[in-house]
């Protein structure tokens, strides 16, 4: 039987909102992490831009991975 004290309601509404700024969080600080870390070899090897137009994308998709895990973690199916 559901305990009447505990509200799930306003639990799942506040889980919600946590995992959205989660993920808004995660794909922004890895596409900065991204950036900065093209921007840095750009400066060592190329100099010509390429190097922060390859770290975005790799942060891009670093960001969508983690993204994905933490997708499967709140949903509780960490199997694969």
């Given at each position: 039987?559901?305990?009447?004290?505990?509200?799930?309601?306003?639990?799942?509404?506040?889980k919600?909102?946590?995992?959205?700024?989660?993920?808004?969080?995660?794909?922004?600080?890895?596409?900065?992490?991204?950036?900065?870390?093209?921007?840095?070899?750009?400066?060592?090897?190329?100099?010509?831009?390429?190097?922060?137009?390859?770290?975005?994308?790799?942060?891009?998709?670093?960001?969508?991975?983690?993204?994905?895990?933490?997708?499967?973690?709140?949903?509780?199916?960490?199997?694969?």
């Amino acid at each position: 039987m559901k305990d009447p004290t505990k509200s799930d309601d306003n639990n799942s509404g506040w889980k919600a909102v946590g995992l959205v700024t989660a993920l808004g969080i995660e794909l922004a600080v890895c596409t900065f992490g991204g950036f900065y870390l093209g921007s840095w070899l750009d400066k060592i090897w190329l100099g010509n831009g390429l190097g922060i137009g390859l770290g975005v994308l790799l942060g891009i998709i670093i960001g969508i991975l983690g993204i994905i895990a933490l997708i499967k973690t709140v949903m509780g199916g960490n199997d694969g």
